[in-house]
C-alpha cells in the first residue's frame, strides 16, 4: 500500500466514506426536534410527578442531557423513542463543568432548578465554533424575576430570596429575541408567583412546542409564537405524556439532499408551517413542492442561486444556511448568503471552496457563483450543520469524498448515513 495511503489509513478520524454523483428516491423518515427535546427535558425538573416524552430523537446531545438530569438525581429510563422521567428526587443544583460546556441547553435548566428549588449553580455554558453564545438575556429575565444572580470564576450561582423560596411575576422585555433566553425565563414564570410577560419573545416553533408541554403540566402559557408571551404563575405543576414535535432542520436538510442530488423526496412527518421560509427559498431557486399537512414532496427542475439572510423565526433560519450554501455551490448563477445571526458560522466555506466551489467571503457575506460539478475531496465539518453541509456536497461531488467531523454530526441528525442510504446513497462510517 503506498506510503499515503498508509499514513491516512493510520491516522484516520471517524468519517464518513460518500459516493458522490449519486439519486435518491423515496421518503424521509424525521425524528423529534433535537432543540425541543432537550429543552422540555430541562422544563421536566418543574414536577415532582413522572412525565413521559414521546418521539425523542437518538442524539449523542439527548445522552448528554440525560446524564446531566441523572447527575441532578432525576430518575429517567429511554425505552426505544420515549423517555420516562422522574424529578422527585432532584437534589443537586450544582451542575459539572465538564458536561456542561459542551451541552449549551444544559444552561436552560436555571430557569426550572429556580422555579423548583430556587437555587442553582451551572458553569456559563461559553462560547463554541459559531460564536460567544452570551447568556446576559437569560441572567437579566431571571433578575426581573426576583433571583440573586453571581456570576464568578465561570459559574452563575442564582437564588430566589425571601422565606417562600418563590420567584415573583414580571413584564421582561428582551434586548433580542434570544430563543434560550426565552426558554428560560418561560421555564421560571411558570411557577412564579403572579403573571409575568416577556416582549420581543423568540417565536421559533420550539418554543410553540415547550409552551405546549408547560400547558399539559398545567402551566398557565398564552401568546407562544407570537413577539409576546403570557404567563400565569401556578403553584405547583404535574406530570404528562408528550410528545415532541418534528425536527424543521432535519426535515430542511433532507429536502436539500433531494434538491442538491437533482432527486424527487419527500419528508415525513414534518409541519410545513415551520419551514416556510425555507420553503419559499426552495420554490424561488427552482424546485417544486407538493405540501400535506405532514408531509413534503420536492421536485428540484434547474437550479439557480438566490439571495439567503438568515434571521430569527419566520425567517430564514441560521441552522439550514450552511446546508443551503452547498446547494447554491451547483446551482446556475451567483447567489449571496449573509449570516445575521451569528458572528462564526461561515466555516464552511473553506471546506466547499476545497471541493471546487467558487465563494468569496466578505465577513458573514458570502458570494457564490454556482458551478457545473464539485469535485469529491477530504472535508470536515467544524460544526454541526457545516458538517452536514458536507454530507450534502459530497453527494452531490463527483468521485468519493471523506467527511469528518461526526462528533458534530451525531449531535444533531440520527444515523444520517442509515437515512441516506435508505434512499440511495452510499455512505459507509469508518
Ligand atoms: C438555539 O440556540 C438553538 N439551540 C440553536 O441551534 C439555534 O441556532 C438558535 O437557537 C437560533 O435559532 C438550541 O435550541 C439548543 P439564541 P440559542 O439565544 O438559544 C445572541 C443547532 O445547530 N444572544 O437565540 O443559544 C447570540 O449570541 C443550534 O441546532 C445574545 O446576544 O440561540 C446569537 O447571536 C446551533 N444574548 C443569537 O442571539 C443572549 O443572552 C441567537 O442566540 C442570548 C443570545
Given at each position: ?13 471517524p ?7 449519486c ?11 433535537k ?48 423517555l ?6 432532584l ?8 458536561l ?21 449553580k ?30 464568578e470564576?465561570g ?9 417562600t423560596?418563590?420567584?415573583?411575576g ?11 433566553a ?12 403572579g ?10 416553533p ?12 398545567g ?10 408571551i403570557t ?41 410545513p408551517?415551520?419551514?416556510?421560509s ?7 431557486c ?5 405540501i400535506?399537512?405532514?408531509e413534503?414532496?420536492?421536485t428540484?427542475?434547474?437550479i ?9 423565526f ?30 462564526n ?16 467571503l ?5 458570494v457564490i ?17 457545516s ?11 463527483k ?5 469528518e ?21 452510499h455512505?459507509?462510517?469508518?
Open positions: 500500500m503506498p506510503n499515503a495511503a498508509l499514513i491516512s489509513q493510520k491516522i484516520a478520524k468519517h464518513l466514506e460518500i459516493e458522490g454523483d439519486a435518491l428516491s423515496g421518503e424521509f423518515s424525521i425524528s423529534g426536534a432543540n425541543s427535546a432537550l429543552v422540555l427535558m430541562a422544563a421536566s425538573l418543574l414536577t415532582e410527578e413522572s412525565l413521559v416524552l414521546q418521539n425523542v430523537p437518538q442524539l449523542t446531545d439527548i445522552d448528554g442531557m440525560s446524564e446531566i438530569l441523572l447527575a441532578m438525581g432525576i430518575g429517567l429510563r429511554r425505552s426505544n423513542d420515549a420516562h422521567i422522574n424529578a422527585s428526587g437534589k443537586h443544583v450544582e451542575l459539572p463543568y465538564e456542561v460546556h459542551g451541552l449549551r441547553a444544559s444552561f436552560f435548566c436555571i430557569g426550572s432548578l429556580l422555579a423548583r428549588l430556587g437555587q442553582a451551572i458553569p456559563l455554558p461559553g462560547g463554541c465554533e459559531i460564536g460567544a453564545r452570551p447568556v446576559s438575556e437569560h441572567i437579566k429575565g431571571l433578575k426581573a424575576l426576583g433571583a440573586y444572580i453571581n456570576v470564576h459559574v452563575v450561582t442564582a437564588s430566589v430570596p425571601g422565606i423560596n418563590r420567584l415573583k414580571a413584564d421582561i422585555v428582551l434586548d433580542c429575541p434570544s430563543v434560550g426565552t426558554e428560560t425565563i418561560l421555564m421560571a414564570a411558570v411557577l412564579a408567583e403573571r409575568s410577560s416577556i416582549e420581543n419573545a423568540a417565536q421559533e420550539e418554543i410553540q412546542d415547550l409552551a405546549k408541554f408547560l400547558n399539559a403540566m402551566a398557565k402559557v398564552s401568546g407562544a409564537g407570537g413577539p409576546k404567563i400565569e404563575g401556578v403553584k405547583e405543576l404535574h406530570g404528562c405524556n408528550y410528545t415532541v414535535m418534528p425536527d424543521r432542520i432535519e426535515a430542511g436538510t433532507f429536502l436539500l439532499a433531494g434538491a442538491i442530488t437533482r432527486s424527487v423526496v419527500s419528508v415525513t412527518p414534518v409541519i408551517e415551520h419551514l416556510s425555507v420553503l419559499q427559498k426552495l420554490r424561488d427552482g424546485c417544486s413542492l407538493e400535506t399537512d405532514n413534503i414532496k420536492i428540484p427542475k434547474e439557480k442561486g438566490v439571495d439567503i439572510t438568515t434571521q430569527p419566520p425567517g430564514f433560519p441560521t441552522d439550514l444556511q450552511a446546508p443551503f450554501m452547498a446547494l447554491m455551490a451547483t446551482a446556475k448563477g451567483t447567489s449571496v448568503i449573509t449570516e445575521k445571526i451569528y458572528e458560522r461561515m466555516q464552511h466555506v473553506a471546506e466547499l471552496q476545497r471541493m471546487g466551489a467558487s465563494i468569496r466578505q465577513g458573514n457575506t458570502a457563483e454556482g458551478v457545473p460539478n464539485l469535485s469529491a475531496a477530504p472535508v470536515c465539518g467544524g460544526d454541526l450543520r458538517t452536514a453541509a458536507m454530507v450534502l456536497a459530497s453527494l452531490s461531488a468521485g468519493v469524498s471523506k467527511v467531523g461526526l462528533k458534530h454530526l451525531d449531535r444533531g441528525y440520527s444515523a444520517i448515513e442509515k437515512k441516506l442510504n435508505k434512499a440511495g446513497a455512505i459507509t462510517r469508518y
